[in-house]
């Protein structure tokens, strides 16, 4: 079955579907009557807002939500001031938590003029029950809340919320159930995020996604190709798979298959003109994967491969599961086979226990890896991770003090690399008017960086040669080749 476009014969009458997604659909259209019920009392639609926080995975799920929105009948709008508010929120560090209850405050104030306002929650912070109990006892003007498991029951359960002024809570320790063919509406009409699984079993010590997505589970090979099939159908030319460990994509499967084979598929596509994925654990990542890059060009030339630490003691003690020099071997392997690949990297300083040298080691790492980007994060104790248990919790100034250097040569090197091809002629796939420069368009790169041109809009979606006249640390200015 596909999704779902046309609405019309789906009956709201009568007792719910037990299968799904005929159950969703089921309650799209009883959220569409209420919908439509509302638009004739008020003179116009109710209006809706997503608001995304944390990684690529979040804001996939928010484009199925929105989608489930807009076949209900509501007006999607960026303005948090709406009829209803749905924060899908994150929890991966502190400061991603803590600004879900500053914005949530901001919510309350827009209430207060409005009080049929509905305010929804879900997505990783809600699967932590700290969080839902402060929720409870502090936030009682919230309307809904769900988690991640049971993200796809968002139209019964919005439907729920509509028709009641209590707080509706509905949240799953796990699920082992991938429900396919929801509506989804996309940010970009030209690129797209892909689900290829969820979850995550490798529990580094320090990192909360276990705990909040679930076991690892696979999407089928052909459900996946038969999305991206209908994804060209309707323009897109560039997809980016998703998963928090793409390596161990289909071990558990009932057919097992290779992330390498199932990218292999996937570049069969029509219309499919360039193929990203994210995120790579240096673990499993495999010879057949890098040979399999080499070989194709409609893989971008670049891998997400988070070091986290440059020493092999804390990556011990963060459960990665390889050594500094294994990774270094990685690199050169990837390098060796793929020269003009770009690597980037997720680095944590102040891990407990983390000495000076060992962020000497990190830093050293940076330099001999020269990467081309890196995101660094300050460590944060996360409840219930192993690592919080852990001694030597490393004092705050001396965590960012660490951070402050590593940063410093984070951004060298990024430089040094982006320079290198600065004067190259290169495809940039055209993504979006520049907000600050009229008159200029920003593309982006097979190796993931920027590049701002002159150009008007009729080139948005379009993939077209740029010349790279001037690199500016991260970005570069250029004009159309
Ligand atoms: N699955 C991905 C990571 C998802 S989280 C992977 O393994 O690469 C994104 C990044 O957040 C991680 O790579 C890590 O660098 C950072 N992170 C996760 N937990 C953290 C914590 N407790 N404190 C600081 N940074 C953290
Ligand atoms: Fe977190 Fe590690 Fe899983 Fe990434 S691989 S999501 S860092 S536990
Ligand atoms: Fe955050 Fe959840 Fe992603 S915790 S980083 S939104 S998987």
Redesign the pocket.
């Known amino acids: 079955m596909d999704a779902i476009t046309n609405l019309d014969p789906i009956s709201p009458e009568g007792i719910p579907p037990l299968d799904e997604p005929a159950r969703q659909y089921y309650f799209i259209a009883k959220c569409r009557q209420w919908v439509q019920a509302y638009t004739e009392e008020n003179g116009r639609p109710p209006r809706a807002c997503v608001t995304t926080f944390g990684c690529q995975m979040n804001a996939r799920d928010s484009e199925k939500l929105s989608g489930i929105l807009k076949q209900a009948g509501y007006q999607l709008t960026e303005d948090e001031n709406a009829d209803l508010t749905v924060f899908n929120t994150c929890t991966?560090r502190d400061n991603a938590n803590q600004r879900v209850y500053g914005r949530l405050g901001k919510l309350n104030g827009y209430k207060r003029w409005n009080p049929r306002m509905k305010i929804a929650l879900c997505g990783c912070m809600m699967q932590e029950a700290d969080v839902v109990e402060k929720l409870k006892k502090s936030y009682g003007f919230v309307n809904l809340i769900f988690g991640t498991h049971n993200l796809y029951k968002f139209a019964e359960l919005l439907f729920a919320a509509l028709s009641s002024e209590e707080m509706i809570i509905d949240l799953w320790k796990d699920t082992d159930r991938i429900v396919e063919n929801l509506p989804t509406e996309r940010k970009y009409p030209f690129k797209s995020g892909v689900n290829i699984m969820f979850g995550?079993?490798?529990?580094?010590s320090?990192?909360?996604?276990?705990y909040v997505?679930g076991r690892e589970r696979s999407r089928e090979p052909k459900e996946i190709v038969r999305e991206i099939e209908q994804l060209s159908a309707q323009g897109v030319t560039e997809i980016m798979l998703l998963g928090?460990?793409v390596n161990s994509y289909g071990k558990n499967l009932e057919h097992p298959v290779s992330f390498a084979a199932l990218l292999r598929e996937v570049e069969q596509i029509d219309g499919i003109r360039r193929i990203r994925f994210m995120?790579s654990?240096p673990k499993d990542l495999s010879d057949e994967l890098i040979q399999t890059m080499a070989a194709s060009d409609k893989l971008c030339r670049h891998l997400h491969l988070?070091l986290?630490s440059g020493s092999t003691g804390i990556l011990e003690k963060m459960n990665?599961r390889y050594t500094r020099e294994q990774y270094l071997n990685l690199v050169q392997k990837i390098r060796d086979q793929i020269p003009d690949i770009a690597i980037t990297t997720d680095i944590i300083v102040g891990f407990p226990g983390e000495t000076k040298e060992d962020l000497e080691q990190t830093i050293d790492m940076v330099r001999q890896v020269k990467f081309d980007n890196a995101f660094t994060f300050l460590y944060s104790k996360r409840t219930g991770t192993p690592a919080a248990a852990m001694k030597d919790q490393v004092p705050k100034v001396q965590a960012q003090e660490g951070f402050d250097r590593l940063l410093k040569v984070v951004q060298e090197t990024a430089r040094e690399q982006a320079a290198k091809d600065q004067g190259r002629i290169l495809d940039a796939l055209i993504e979006e008017r520049n907000e600050t420069t009229p008159g200029y368009v920003t593309g982006r790169l097979s190796n993931n960086r920027i590049v701002h041109v002159p150009g008007d809009e009729a080139l948005i979606g379009k993939i077209v040669p740029v010349s790279l006249e001037e690199c500016h640390g991260f970005y570069y200015t250029g004009r159309l080749a």
């Open positions: 991966v995550c079993d490798n529990f580094c320090y990192c909360i996604v276990p997505r928090q460990n995120t654990h988070p986290q990665r």
